[in-house]
Each structure stands twice: as structure tokens, then as C-alpha cells.
């Protein structure tokens, strides 16, 4: 699966930034994004299972970011609302053919780079 985050940049806190992830290839059973800060490992931030659309999230992340796809365009988006210094990551966008959700970032293809979002206090 080919994947092509879009979206970063640099906000202030308080403000929002949609993330956007167009897949291509074969049959997606769950998207997911992922982040990384510097010297950190991937973590986990939210994943939607692409059958039925059933959203996870983070607790770091509940009630501020939305996930969702677009079946029509193969196309999972990140809405993040209230963003935080402590959102200041590289995200990535990966993807599984299984959808049973996996919330390690080994199960997931990355097939591309990701997007900064900086934020600034």
C-alpha cells in the first residue's frame, strides 16, 4: 500500500490542523495514525476500522482528534482540535488488511513519510 500524509505545519495551541492520508493498493482493514517525537518511540494516536468506520484513540488524544476515512477516495483524515505543545510529533499514517485493532505500531505498514505538526505555546 502506497500512503501520502499531508496536512502538517506549525499552529499555536488552542488552534487545529486536518491530517490527510491517501492510500493506494490493496484492501485496507484498519488505518491508523501514528506520531513520533524526537527520541521517542511511535506511538499510537487513533485508528478506524474501515468496514464499519468504529474509531479508537489514545486517552492523550480523546475528545480532541477525530479520525475518518473516505471510502470513495481511499482516504483517511485526522481532524485535531485543541492541539497542545505535547502534540509536537511527526505523524504517520499506516495501514493493515486485517481489522481487528492492533495499537502497536509493528502491525501497520508506513509506506510513506510523514507530515510536522509543530505546535507553539
Known amino acids: 500500500v502506497q500512503l501520502q500524509a499531508s496536512g502538517g505545519g506549525l499552529v499555536q495551541a488552542g488552534e487545529s490542523l486536518k491530517l490527510s492520508c491517501a492510500a493506494s493498493?490493496?484492501?485496507?482493514?484498519?488505518a491508523a495514525w501514528f506520531r513520533q517525537a524526537p527520541g521517542k518511540a511511535r506511538e499510537f494516536v487513533a485508528a478506524?476500522?474501515?468496514?464499519?468506520?468504529?474509531?479508537y484513540y489514545s486517552d492523550s488524544v480523546k475528545g480532541r482528534f477525530t479520525i475518518s476515512r473516505d471510502n470513495s477516495q481511499n482516504t483517511v483524515y485526522l481532524q485535531m482540535n485543541s492541539l497542545e505543545p505535547e502534540d509536537t510529533a511527526v505523524y504517520y499514517c499506516?495501514?493493515?488488511?486485517?481489522?481487528?485493532?492492533?495499537?502497536?505500531?509493528?502491525?501497520?505498514?508506513?509506506g510513506g513519510q510523514g507530515t510536522q505538526v509543530t505546535v507553539s505555546s
Open positions: 493498493g490493496r484492501t485496507i482493514g484498519t
Open positions: 478506524i476500522r474501515w468496514s464499519d468506520g468504529s474509531t
Open positions: 499506516g495501514t493493515r488488511n486485517s481489522p481487528v485493532i492492533h495499537y502497536v505500531a509493528r502491525s501497520y505498514n508506513f
